[in-house]
Nanobody, 119 residues
Framework: QVDLVESGGGPVQAGDSLKLSCKVS???????MGWFRQTPGKEREFVAA?????GMTYADSVRGRFTVSRDKNSMWLQMDRLKPEDTAVYYC????????????????WGPGTRVTVSS
């Protein structure tokens, strides 16, 4: 059992930066934690992931603009040069043991935080 809570979302303008946070209850160790995002009518899509050793994976759409980081009880997503297409509810996930880009590889999810990027 693990609880995840995201924060830091909000309305911003294109080109702005925003930093999302994910607080994790307990002290469990995970192979990887990840960020996903979802818009109405679309399937939840992979954004970024980080392993317990610090290895990072990014979706092509955010590579070079977003940076993921972590410590024992938290994970962050630094988002730079935001675009309107980044608008979505962003979810923090934990528990992946393989295939970090696959949402089905994760065991626990936060409730999400909304990011709205206006042009």
């Amino acid at each position: 059992q693990v609880d995840l809570v995201e924060s830091g979302g909000g309305p911003v303008q294109a080109g702005d930066s925003l930093k999302l946070s994910c607080k994790v209850s307990g002290t469990q160790m995970y192979y990887a934690m990840g960020w996903f995002r979802q818009t109405p009518g679309k399937e939840r899509e992979f954004v970024a992931a980080i392993t317990w050793t610090g290895g990072m994976t990014y979706a092509d759409s955010v590579r070079g603009r977003f940076t993921v980081s972590r410590d024992k009880n938290s994970m962050w997503l630094q988002m730079d040069r935001l675009k309107p297409e980044d608008t979505a509810v962003y979810y923090c996930a934990a528990g992946a043991t393989l295939g970090v880009v696959d949402k089905d590889s994760y065991d626990a999810w936060g409730p999400g935080t909304r990011v709205t990027v206006s042009s």
